[in-house]
């Protein structure tokens, strides 16, 4: 039977109508001054349109699928490993890692590598000490493990706040980075971009829940893997698939020279580096929407599995991307058509963010470039949408179902609930697109990480390893990594000088994690310490059981049947 009909008559009337609204919404707000806008890139275009109309395909097809809570949050927990891995390897490889750390690759040499393993050591931790744990005890988000043996309501309120901030902050980040990206690589204005890509994340979600969200994720991964690794086999195939001779030639040409290949600046603060690392490591650990994605699989093996797949195409694509880098450095930095008036060394056509981009056109022509530019705008949109999922049912499972409820809803209830506040998320996530649009949005997404590195995973290892904690310990101990975190962000030089216009900052570091993280796993232990009451024991009576469903399976939610 044909659906097709069908599915443009329920998606493609929203989107027509889209379409009607875009020479009015192109009018709306000044041009990003670091941010060029480009020549229309026909062959982008192109490429996405034909992306968005698989994956609205796969939305229809998802969105018979999503009956139950179950299947909304989880896809109904019948994910395989491979897949899984797949796309939380989709979720975490961001337009940022593809563009932002090509050109760090570029400008800094072996630097840009060692922030990528800071970015990388952290799914060890998530292997060894949590993706089983997460599988046995939780059901649709890390509040359910938090929340296990202590009180629903409070410990409940706690997370979904942290949870929320985490995903706002991101989610902005995410947004002004589409703007930004879609101006330089499709030649569209940026809120014609924040529009599209808000409307596209909320059918995703509000249609096909976490099975739409997970094959969008997964083909996004795929089309990643394929258009970095051709252009870095292309580009590298120049030096004869030499490394030797692709850093010799690097190290000639870069103003770095012989110190491209030593680290540098990145390791000049020792302390800003340690927090960074910290924050980076601990912060994937305490992410949201991929803590999310371990309640998707059958068992607490497949989750294993999906971690140790995540792992290997992670490291894959970054040393795809650090050889991506180099290359530039000689085949873009070298030719006068990647540069404004053709002067080599001077500035980048685009800015410095294009590299990859130049790189494509250098090593494949346009064809590559336009493939490239479609995969960019793709990766953003597989991103906001796992972010807004895991927004959405922080406020509909953990909020309105389980603490104002107190879990006395109908689960259709709970996902009208859950595809409202998906709704609300993607106005939100557009209208501070637009507000952020000329701000530097970095220290966000440094916020994001150091929020999930100090207020939700401390709780969340304490809860499920140690018998001594309490809800008076995990309320204090939480809200301090939160608040710290935060505050030690806001006052720091990313936003108390940059944005607000300070002479100097009152705190001297960018990084949060190596101060407030101490601050969380201390509160933690010491009111926990204190407390004695009738509850507090019981709580920690109840460990036992929480331990051997965590080391068992026993009363786990199973896998549903599609």
Partial sequence: MNHTPALFSSVGRPLAALLLLLPTLALAGPDLGAAEKQPLNLHAIGMFFVFVLMTLGITYWAAGRSKSAS???????GISGKQNGLAIAGDFMSAATLLGLTA?????????????????????????????????????????????????????TMAAIS??????????AQMVGAGQLIKLLFGLEYNVALVIVGVLMMVYVIFGGMVATTWVQIIKACMLLTGGTAIMLLAFSQFGFSFET??????????????L??????????????????????????LPHILMRFFTVTNAKEARKSVFYASGIIAFFFNVIALMGLCSIVLVGTDPQFFEGGVVGGKLIGGGNMVALHLAKAAGGN?????????????????????ALAGASAISHDLYARVIMKGNVSEEKEIRVSKIATLGLGVVAVLLGVAFEKMNVAFMVALAFGVASCANFPVLLMSMYWRGLTTRGALVGGYTGLISSVLFVFFSKSVWVDVLGHASPIFPYTQPALFAMPLAFLGIYVFSKLDNSAQAQAERAAFDDQYVRAQTGVGAASAAAH
């Fill in 246 to 259: 692709l850093t010799t030639r690097a190290m000639e040409v870069h103003k770095l020279g012989t110190k």
């Fill in 261 to 286: 290949m030593t680290p540098g600046s990145l390791l000049a603060d020792p302390i800003t580096a340690i927090s960074m690392g910290l924050g980076l490591m601990f912060g994937i650990a305490g």
């Fill in 367 to 387: 064809l590559l470039l336009g493939f490239l530019s479609a995969v960019a705008f793709a990766t953003i949109l597989a991103v906001v949408a796992g972010l």
């Fill in 104 to 156: 760090m690759i570029c400008g800094q040499g072996v630097d840009g590598y060692i922030y990528m393993v800071a970015f990388f050591v952290g799914w060890p931790i998530i292997l060894f000490l949590m993706a089983e744990r997460l599988r046995n005890l939780g059901k649709f988000t890390f509040a359910d493990i938090t929340a296990y043996r202590l009180n629903q309501g409070q410990v409940r």
């Fill in 163 to 172: 949870s929320l901030v985490v995903v706002c902050f991101y989610l902005v």
């Fill in 71 to 77: 299947d909304f949050y989880t896809a109904g927990g």
